[in-house]
Nanobody
């Protein structure tokens, strides 16, 4: 069974930094796009950043210049470096990946809480 395991969330002060990691379980034939989404209380889940297998990147306007997404294809892992954090970045962050096992499908992590205090 495919799993995406996230780590790295927590509480940080305004202007601080955090790094989120997401590792996909083994026995995965191929992974296409990986990314991060977030959901704040009372709001819909929104895209934060995505990265394709060949390294093409897309960021939400709200995080451009502050967040950096990267991936290590040899480890089936995607990272999100978050700098200059703001209280409005507070949310549950979810890892997402398009993974081929027997068919292409979407997989989500369990979510990790990021809280930025003012």
């Amino acid at each position: 069974q495919v799993q995406l395991v996230e780590s790295g969330g927590g509480l940080v002060q305004f202007g601080g930094s955090l790094r989120l990691d997401c590792a996909a379980s083994t026995n995965i034939f191929a992974i296409k796009t990986m990314g991060w989404y977030r959901q704040a209380p009372g709001k819909q889940r929104e895209l934060v950043a995505t990265i394709t297998r060949d390294g093409s990147i897309n960021y939400a306007d709200s995080v451009k210049g502050r967040f950096t997404i990267s991936r290590d294809n040899t480890k089936n892992t995607v990272y999100l470096q978050m700098n200059s954090l703001k209280p409005e970045d507070t949310a549950v962050y979810y890892c997402h990946a398009e993974i081929y096992v027997s068919v292409w499908d979407d997989y989500w992590g369990q979510g990790t809480q990021v809280t930025v205090s003012s």
